[in-house]
């Protein structure tokens, strides 16, 4: 008798084991699916290591609070700055309200030498000519000049991407722009043989 009440109360341990596990699944799945739609937000710090060990980029919001309007979420430039470990600190652009404030959708390393920034500009206004995300590619050198790190834009690589937008035209018709990943961009970086 004594084995069979055993066995129920660590059957009943079990049970409750598996519902704590059941929860915790379930937060988790939760709290991952918030942080998934709060993906629309530019990255804060990204690890440059690829390109300079003990590197970041940080990208960081410039507000321009509206003077009469403090219930609103004021628009804002994206700076952007590449600090590392050593002391380096090197802003070296900053994206600009343009209709609405910038967005760094997609960043990516090429060659150990490039830095590639996509940033987006969303418009869903219907007096706009388009509704949908405006898109722009900057392309960075980087390089050491006498010694120091340097940052400069490459506009002989940046004018391989055309900016342009992904969504609809005032008419309806579809407008879908090439370069709006990693991916794309890679293509075309590695169709045009940029070393």
Same mark, same amino acid.
């Given at each position: ?46 690890? @440059? ?11 960081? /919001? ?13 628009? +804002? ?16 652009? /900053? ?18 030498? +490039? ?43 940046? /004018? ?8 609809? @035209? ?16 890679? /293509?075309?970086?590695? @169709?045009?043989?940029?070393?």
């Amino acid at each position: 008798m004594q084995a069979g009440m055993g066995f129920g109360v660590n059957r009943g341990e079990w049970m409750v084991k598996k519902l704590i596990v059941a929860a915790a699944s379930t937060i988790g799945i939760i709290f991952s699916s918030t942080l998934v739609m709060a993906g629309n937000e530019s990255p804060d710090k990204i690890s @440059a290591n690829s390109v300079e060990n003990g590197c970041d980029l940080i990208f960081s /919001k410039e507000l321009h609070p509206l003077p009469n309007d403090p219930l609103s979420a004021p628009p +804002y430039d994206v700076a952007a700055q590449w600090i590392c470990r050593d002391g380096q600190d090197i802003s070296f652009d /900053k994206y600009a309200i343009n209709g609405s404030s910038p967005t760094v959708a997609t960043v990516l390393f090429w060659r150990r030498r +490039y830095i590639v920034v996509l940033v987006k500009w969303t418009t869903n206004s219907s007096a706009a000519d388009y509704v949908g995300d405006y898109y722009e590619v900057f392309v960075y050198r980087h390089q050491q000049v006498n010694g120091a790190a340097s940052i400069a834009k490459d506009d002989a690589v940046t /004018k391989l991407f055309s900016p342009g937008w992904d969504g609809y @035209a005032k008419s309806g018709e579809k407008i879908t722009y090439p370069y709006k990943d990693a991916a794309s961009i890679r /293509k075309l970086l590695k @169709a045009n043989n940029v070393r």
